[in-house]
Antibody
C-alpha cells in the first residue's frame, strides 16, 4: 500500500522560511513524478512544483526563485524548501506522487502571518 | 482565476446522471490528457479518473471521463449521497510548463 505523509507545516512570519517533507512508503520517490500541490483554506487546488526521475524540476510562476523541490533518495522523501514566505502562501500543502497525481498525502498546513 | 474553467456548482437527485464540464485551451486540454480528482469534505483529494477513461483501483465505474478538443467532462451515473464532494479537473500546460487545475465544482446530492 502506498502512503505519503507530509510534515513540517506551521506558523511562520512573512519573509520567513519553512521546509516541508513528504515521507513515502510503498512507492519510490526517485523513480516517479512527484508534485507539491496547495490549497488555500476554502479555495481550490493549485499546483506548486514538480520533480521527476533525472532531477528535472518545474515551478509555478508565483514561487519561482523562492521555493525549491528536491528528493532524498536515501530516505525516500520529497521536500519543499520555502523561502521569503508571503501571506498568500498560506495553504494546506499536499505531496502527490505519480504521473497523474495518483497518490496524495493528508496535507500539512502552512500559515504565514505576523 | 483558474486556467481551466469549471462550473462552481452542480446538483442532482439520487440515481440521476450528472456531468461536470472543464474547459481549457490548445496548450493544455487540447494537447494533453485530463485527470479528474474528488475531494470529500475534510479530506485530501484523490485521483478519480485518468487518461483513456481509466480509474484507479477501488473507484466505481459510475465515474467516467471524456475529452473533445479543448474541453473535457466528468460523468457520474447513478448518483449517490456519498458522491457529494468537490471535483477538480487538471492537465499539463505546454505554454506554462506546469499543471493547471480547474477551480473546482461542488456537487450537491439533493
Amino acid at each position: 500500500e502506498v502512503q505519503l505523509v507530509e510534515s513540517g507545516g506551521g506558523l511562520v512570519q512573512p519573509g520567513g522560511s519553512l521546509r516541508l517533507s513528504c515521507a513515502a512508503s510503498g512507492f519510490t520517490v526517485s523513480r516517479n513524478y512527484m508534485s507539491w500541490i496547495r490549497q488555500a483554506p476554502g479555495k481550490g487546488l493549485e499546483w506548486v512544483a514538480l520533480t521527476y526521475s533525472g532531477g528535472g524540476t518545474y515551478y509555478t510562476d508565483s514561487v519561482k526563485g523562492r521555493f525549491t523541490i528536491s528528493t532524498d533518495n536515501s530516505k525516500n522523501t520529497l521536500s519543499l524548501r520555502m523561502n521569503s514566505l508571503r501571506p498568500d502562501d498560506t495553504a494546506f500543502y499536499y505531496c502527490a506522487g505519480g504521473s497523474s497525481h495518483d497518490y496524495w498525502g493528508q496535507g500539512t498546513l502552512v500559515t504565514v502571518s505576523s | 482565476q483558474s486556467v481551466l474553467t469549471q462550473p462552481p456548482s452542480a446538483s442532482g437527485t439520487p440515481g440521476q446522471r450528472v456531468t461536470i464540464s472543464c474547459s481549457g485551451s490548445s496548450s493544455n486540454i487540447g494537447s494533453n490528457t485530463v485527470n479528474w480528482y474528488q475531494q470529500l469534505p475534510g479530506t485530501a483529494p484523490r485521483l478519480l479518473v485518468y487518461p483513456n477513461n481509466q480509474r484507479p483501483s477501488g473507484i466505481s465505474d459510475r465515474f467516467s471521463g471524456s475529452k473533445s478538443g479543448t474541453s473535457a467532462s466528468l460523468a457520474i451515473s447513478g448518483l449517490q449521497s456519498e458522491d457529494e464532494a468537490d471535483y477538480y479537473c487538471a492537465a499539463w500546460d505546454d505554454s506554462l510548463n506546469g499543471w493547471v487545475f480547474g477551480g473546482g465544482t461542488k456537487l450537491t446530492v439533493l
